[in-house]
């Protein structure tokens, strides 16, 4: 069953403290060609029945994300896909 | 952020001296910037980077200062920043030519209500001229923070200020941001920040938009605080209807500092460095001071959703201990924090009150986002921010401090010289080369407009006093009075605040001698000699709308008795004062009459204003909140060990302490907690103050601790004897049997002897053996008494006799449930048996509550993804 | 000689300063550490406390446990040194595999203060050795990640090897499996408790004087122990 995705971001202009932490330990790791990192949410939605996107969009607009501060984008993907995201 | 405006003004220039005298030549290095292993930053931006198009409605290139002098009809959106016609006439005046977009900018920045107080300030000058002589105060009025020396080597500083507007927006940042705001201001003060303390108010506690803006704001306040290693010592929770749209955030901060290490923020000396250290500049709140601190809330605020501050509570700590290795150290001449007002705010404060003028470069403030306009660089609330001054030889040891603690630090500017003719000199901007402000930095911050706003009583202030609650049914039966108990202490203003308190932490630091629930808050500041202070914010708006001048009084008479009972010595005063539009006439009378309450108090209690916060524009479309004056006390305790606290302390079996009632209780249900609750009605006229009473009380108070007479003593204030019976009942598991006074005996007295709300009244427990002193010492200092009961450990009830007798498990239930069932975290009710005490002489904090199982609560996605508070 | 103990400092420590006069208030000599350097200056043992290093940033300890002090202490406690890790502490020790499992957010998602109930299961650590094997003690607790997991196995392992240091006790704050406050390496000499014993060290401050013996035990494990 194909799920929805949702990725939460803080708007571009919003500063992303985590996202600056995580950038400024790279150089540690001998990482040092990284220009900024960004870290947002990502949140799978599986429905009962057939996925609804226009659905997942309400319920991100409403409690997934913070308008004031957070992007976020809708998606669909198969299941496998899913599992190799974490891969 | 300045503080209540300095009554004295200083000299402004009348004439308008040409271009500066040659500050171009760039003596200053630009620094690279970050610094070391934990921050190795890129350059955000090259010099060589095309710049990109500007942005907004005014697309005509880079408006300098030589092209505003060319194109003097060029029409200015000076309405849409808030400046009216004659203000604006008033810069053309000023400056002889129209204001570029930057200076514009600026001065709908600095003349805005929240920077300038402009409809305060010919009110709030009675702070200084009713002001009682103190040779304590190091810095008072018109600076930062108000210090206040408290022993040959130490001093303190504290300050409270509001985050009403940005709060109600976005609750967790509006929140944390308030904090880190406060901190900073203490920082600037060379002071290390030790504790903070937060009052909150909400709307009515059961509606639907209070449950999102709570938890946000709790976890916002903690969330920073927290993170950033200050202990949250008190505060206040207050629902009421009135404040549905228009939540209060006021937020304190304390701080502790060596005499000699007291900073100033005027950048003296032409030739020194002007250094901007801490966070990148990014787009946060442009255009939050002018448009969202001072525009009122209406059915559109939700669609205009301001680009809101996030904090970053890691960079301030880091930001702290920089700052204070600095002032060891000895680098700093001058420094000021940036906060509503950003850059242009500091830029201008510390060369307008040297007399000095600045040159600064503004390409050369890091960035987070190169796009940046020079105006919206300078009106930037970009947060964990400070601007330093630095002697040019210091230069090099500032800038490692920085990079050792992993905060940006950058010499944007220097400081040049007043004028030949001894006007002060002019702050110099420059944006690649371009002029893009050229302006005297003393019109910005001394010469705004200042309103002597029509005031009027507010026409239905007769008829609400008139509406008296002595008039009301009251439960005149023992039944009757029993539920009204348990129905009182689970009311949400009454209600136990377990559930917003155990989000913060209080034990950082290792310094907390008291926290909430206690009456003040009592940090101990000196690890040797065991000096400490006591703090203590209140409030009641709806006293202040009964009577604006009295209601203040009693809020800071409130605040004072609650230093006192911990037998701290009060010794100073700050205050936030939260109004509605002072464009209306019945809130600009509140005001004064709040502001003509406060000083006269302050002037009858012998303790000075130090400093304080004026948020206006607090009201939903037409309707403004209460008046809501917030009052904060600062006391001393040359020995925090003989600090008292509120709890009834456990006796062997068979012992206890005397119950005295101290203070005289009169039919005083006016404004009252029982009132609103039982009735929603508010009228009347609130409780008779009298502060000449206050001051013996507190004297009394003072001696009673040092000479260990009591063991207890807690205020009486909203909800009356009853409240405060179960509150010191609580919080240590000790029970206590009462005997009503003959003169309250019979009908509905009992009622009124339990939940009057007269003030100048406080219970304390005695310690077998002393009660012969104490009523000596009481007689001595003129304070009224009454044995009103004892402790009684073994009975594990309240028993007010011939009336009823509620088990203390029954009370705490009704107390402590209603928090979480209106804001989840869904805590499973445990036994309520308190946990046993280890120390019989630590009742620091809440050992009588009960640790629960905890279950998952709500989800609080839709909170910022901030740091996660651990 | 009174033993020195080190106590690590991180951009973001907080309860830094409180450690360190728990250590000093125990009889100890405190010695400061800094993240940045390797250095351990020849302390006796080694306390990490709390805070929120790098802001808790990405996971809490995450970032901590690559600071240069790290890995020379990661070398020292596998070779005996005595290492507490309070809170932050904890979490940074789990992050660098010195002890196992992890510390997620509380299962109700909020920041709790308490004063919470702990029984001391373990007495034969660096850190417990002046404890009665069930002692019941009052320390406080403050933390908005404490909850600690691991995987069944782990847990089984923990238990079976007498490794759970403390539980909490009438009611667990943040939902950790099993009610584990507390834990130790096999050797025990590294240590990990998210309740903070450097609150509970002064009547004044404090819900108690429980925490003290956390620090006595260091103590006296350090003049039992060989040269």
């Known amino acids: 069953m194909p799920r929805v995705v949702v990725d939460v971001m803080l708007k571009p202009e919003i500063l992303d403290p985590q996202g600056q932490a995580v950038a400024n330990a790279l150089p540690r790791l001998g990482v040092s060609d990284v220009a900024s990192v960004r870290i947002g949410r990502r949140i799978e939605i599986e429905f009962t029945g057939e996925p609804d996107l226009g659905r997942a969009r309400e319920i991100a607009d409403k409690l997934l994300a913070n308008p004031v501060i957070e992007d976020y984008t809708v998606r669909l993907v198969e299941a496998d896909e899913t599992a190799d995201a974490h891969s | 952020m300045t503080t209540h405006p300095d009554p004295a003004t200083r000299e402004t220039p009348g004439g308008f001296p040409a271009a500066p005298a040659e500050p171009l030549a760039a003596t200053v290095a630009t620094q690279p910037g970050p610094v070391g292993p934990t921050r190795p930053v890129e350059p955000v931006r090259r010099p060589d980077q095309a710049r990109p198009a500007p942005t907004g409605d005014w697309a005509h290139g880079l408006d300098t200062v030589s092209r505003a002098t060319d194109t003097p009809g060029e029409l200015q959106p000076y309405a849409e920043l808030g400046l009216r016609d004659d203000e604006y006439d008033r810069i053309l005046h000023i400056l002889d030519r129209r204001p570029t977009q930057a200076e514009l900018a600026m001065y709908s920045i600095m003349w805005s209500e929240h920077c300038s107080y402009k409809s305060s300030k010919v009110h709030l000058r009675q702070f200084s001229e009713k002001a009682p002589p103190s040779d304590r105060l190091l810095a008072g009025i018109g600076e930062n923070a108000g210090v206040v020396q408290v022993s040959d080597e130490l001093a303190v500083t504290f300050k409270v200020e509001s985050h009403n507007h940005p709060s109600f927006v976005e609750p967790y940042q509006g929140a944390a941001t308030g904090v880190g705001g406060i901190v900073r201001d203490i920082l600037a003060m060379g002071a290390r920040p030790v504790a903070v303390m937060d009052p909150l108010r909400f709307g009515a506690a059961d509606h639907p938009d209070t449950a999102r803006v709570l938890p946000g704001v709790v976890a916002g306040v903690g969330g920073y605080g927290n993170c950033l290693g200050l202990p949250n010592i008190g505060g206040e929770v207050v629902f009421d209807p009135c404040y549905q749209g228009n939540p209060l955030v006021n937020a304190l901060c304390l701080g502790v500092l060596r005499v000699d290490r007291l900073q100033k923020k005027e950048a003296t000396g032409p030739g020194n460095v002007v250094v901007l250290m801490g966070a990148r500049t990014g787009r946060d709140g442009i255009g939050g001071v002018s448009v969202l601190a001072s525009a009122t809330f209406d059915e559109g605020s939700e669609q205009r959703r301001p680009s809101v501050q996030v904090g970053d509570p890691f960079m301030e700590k880091l930001l702290i201990e920089a700052c204070l290795e600095l002032y060891d150290a000895e680098l700093v001449v001058g420094i000021q924090d940036l906060g509503g007002a950003g850059l242009t705010c500091a830029l201008t404060e510390t060369a307008a009150s040297a007399g000095t003028g600045m040159r600064v470069w503004l390409e050369r403030v890091p960035l987070r986002e190169a796009s940046m306009e020079p105006q919206e660089i300078l009106a930037s609330e970009s947060q964990e921010r400070m601007l330093l001054v630095v002697s040019p030889d210091k230069l090099e040891a500032v800038l490692k401090t920085a990079e050792k603690w992993g905060v940006w630090a950058t010499a944007i500017g220097e400081v040049t010289a007043p004028s030949p003719d001894g006007q002060p000199g002019r702050l110099v901007v420059t944006w690649r080369d371009q002029l893009v402000v050229d302006v005297p930095p003393g019109s910005l911050v001394d010469d705004g407009p200042v309103y002597a706003r029509p005031m009027r009583e507010p026409a239905d202030l007769i008829l609400l006093q008139a509406d008296r609650a002595e008039t009301l049914p009251r439960p005149s039966n023992p039944e009757a009075l029993r539920e009204t108990v348990l129905r009182m202490i689970a009311s949400p203003n009454l209600a136990d605040k377990t559930w917003v308190t155990e989000q913060y932490d209080r034990y950082v630091l290792g310094n907390t001698v008291l926290a909430q629930p206690e009456d003040s808050g009592v940090i101990r500041i000196d690890e040797h000699t065991g000096l400490g202070v006591a703090l203590s914010l209140d409030g009641n708006g709806r006293y202040a709308r009964l009577d604006p001048y009295n209601g203040t009084k009693l809020a800071l008479a409130e605040a004072y008795r609650n230093v006192a009972v911990t037998g701290a010595k009060p010794i100073a005063v700050t205050n936030c004062l939260n109004f509605g539009s002072p464009e209306d006439p019945g809130v600009m009378w509140q005001f004064a009459e709040a502001v003509r309450g406060l000083a006269d108090g302050c002037l009858e209690l012998g303790i000075p204003v130090t400093g304080g916060n004026v948020s206006f524009y607090n009201q939903t479309g037409a309707a403004a909140i209460h008046p809501t004056p917030v009052v904060g006390v600062l006391g001393v305790l040359d020995d925090v060990a003989e600090r008292v606290s509120m709890g009834f302390v456990p006796r062997q079996a068979g012992e206890h302490d005397q119950l005295f009632l101290l203070g005289e209780t009169h039919v005083e249900l006016s404004g009252s907690e029982w009132a609103w609750v039982t009735h929603q009605h508010l009228g009347g006229i609130p409780p008779q103050v009298d502060l000449g009473r206050e001051r013996q009380l507190a004297d009394l108070l003072a001696e009673a601790a040092r000479v260990g007479h009591v063991s207890s003593a807690h205020d009486l204030s909203d909800g009356g004897l009853a409240q405060s019976l179960i509150e010191s009942c609580l919080r240590r598991g000790v029970g206590a049997q009462i005997a009503v006074p003959e003169q309250f005996a019979d009908g509905s007295m009992p009622f009124v002897f339990l939940f009057s709300e007269s003030a100048g009244r406080v219970l304390v427990s005695v310690l077998r053996g002393h009660e012969k002193a104490f009523t000596a010492l009481c007689a001595e200092r003129g304070v009224p008494w009454e044995i009103i009961g004892v402790t009684d450990q073994a009975g594990g009830a309240l028993e007010v006799r011939g009336q009823f007798r509620i088990g203390l498990d029954e009370l705490r239930a009704a107390h402590s449930a209603t928090l979480p069932r209106l804001f989840g975290g869904s805590e499973r009710a445990e036994p309520a048996q308190p946990t046993p005490a280890k120390q019989a002489d630590a009742p620091v904090t809440d050992e009588a509550e009960p640790a629960a199982e905890p279950s998952a609560g709500p989800g609080d996605a839709g909170q910022p993804a901030g740091p996660d508070q651990r | 000689m009174t033993a020195r103990v080190g106590v690590v400092t991180f951009p973001g420590s907080l309860d830094d300063g409180d450690a360190a ?134 847990l089984d392992r923990l238990e079976g090897e007498g490794r759970v240091v403390a539980r909490y006790v009438g009611g667990n704050p943040n939902g950790s499996q099993r009610d584990i406050a507390a834990i130790t390496n096999p050797a025990g000499n590294v240590v990990g408790i998210m309740p903070h014993p450097e609150h509970a060290v002064e009547a004044l401050t404090g819900p108690s004087l429980d925490g003290l013996g956390f620090f006595t035990s260091v103590l006296k494990h350090l003049v039992g122990a060989p040269a």
């Open chain 3, 21 to 154: 006069r728990a250590v000093r208030i125990a009889g100890g000599e405190p010695i400061r550490l800094w993240h940045g350097e390797a250095d351990l200056r020849g302390v006796d043992a080694v306390v990490l406390p709390g805070g929120f290093s790098y802001g808790d940033y990405l996971r809490c300890g995450a970032i901590a446990r690559f600071a240069p002090v790290m890995e020379t202490l990661v070398d020292a406690a596998r070779g005996g040194l005595p290492v507490l890790g309070i809170c932050n502490g904890f979490q940074i020790l789990c992050e660098a595999h010195l002890l196992p499992g992890a510390l997620t957010r509380n299962q109700h998602l909020h920041f709790r203060n308490r004063d919470q109930v702990l029984r001391v299961e373990a007495t034969g650590t660096a850190w417990t050795n002046t404890f009665q094997p069930g002692q019941e003690v009052l320390i406080p607790v403050k933390n908005g990640e404490g909850c600690y997991v691991a995987d069944a196995a782990t």
